[in-house]
């Protein structure tokens, strides 16, 4: 299936910088999400975008859906060492099938 | 928010053995699940999605007759890995959606060692 490309692939900040991540693809979608994801478990859903342009807020997280539909990025900002884990974006179709990203591992240094 | 199990959450198993996989949705109606596979340090890649009543529609380069999955009612789908070997050891993840879930849900997902 298709994949998403996600960069960077890793980041290790310091407690208390900004972090910021985009996922672009080739193809048009019409809900972007952005999951994150500790070890040995399922992702969990940090923000959904339903409309080229939109700018959503989740606490300390932004995201953005791209005007083109085929890119968003996610900010988290004061990061702090809970932070730590995969973020993946997905990109969503009708029908509800996914297409993920490659992921962007995220370490905290406190 | 939706609410969705995996049963069990790991297994080891011998090389040839079967092992099945259980997902729930737990409260709600899941008339569609999907199941992933995660390598280590890896995205999720889709393997198949399930409908409530009907055959599972597998991604390309999965087996069907490999991974037999079965979603019999609107809580449960369940993943069989027939005749396990080794490179079949992954993290297996399953989610669902359904009436008024507007998206996929995720299960804490569930480890394969093959031995």
């Known amino acids: 299936g298709q994949q998403l490309n996600q960069s960077p692939q890793s980041m290790f900040i310091q407690e208390g910088e900004d972090v910021s991540m985009n996922c672009t693809s080739s193809?048009?979608?019409?809900?972007w999400l952005w999951y994150k994801q500790e070890p040995g478990e399922g992702p969990v859903l940090l923000i959904a975008?339903?409309?080229?342009?939109e700018l959503t807020s989740n606490g300390r997280l932004t995201a953005q859906f791209g005007i083109t539909r085929k890119d968003s990025f996610l900010n988290i900002s004061a990061s702090i060492p809970s932070d730590v884990g995969i973020y993946f974006c997905?990109?969503?179709?009708?029908?509800?099938?996914?297409?993920f990203g490659t992921g962007t591992s995220l370490t905290v240094i406190p | 928010g939706a609410v969705v199990s995996q049963h069990p959450s790991w297994v080891i198993c011998k090389s040839g053995t079967s092992v099945k996989i259980e997902c729930r949705s737990l409260?709600?109606?899941?008339?569609?699940m999907f199941w992933y596979r995660q390598f280590p340090k890896q995205s999720l890649m889709l393997m198949a999605t399930?409908?409530?009543?009907?055959?599972?529609?597998?991604e390309q380069g999965v087996e069907k007759d490999k991974f037999l999955i079965n979603h019999a009612s609107l809580t449960l789908s369940t993943l069989t890995v027939t005749s396990a070997h080794p490179e079949d050891s992954s993290f297996y993840i399953c989610?669902?959606?359904?009436?008024?879930?507007?998206?996929?849900?995720f299960g804490p997902g569930t480890r394969l060692l093959v031995l």
């Open positions: 989610s669902a959606t359904g009436q008024g879930v507007w998206t996929q849900y």
């Open positions: 193809s048009i979608f019409n809900t």
């Open positions: 975008l339903y409309k080229a342009g």
């Open positions: 997905a990109g969503q179709l009708p029908g509800n099938q996914f297409y």
């Open positions: 409260d709600f109606q899941a008339t569609t």
């Open positions: 399930s409908n409530e009543g009907s055959k599972a529609t597998y």
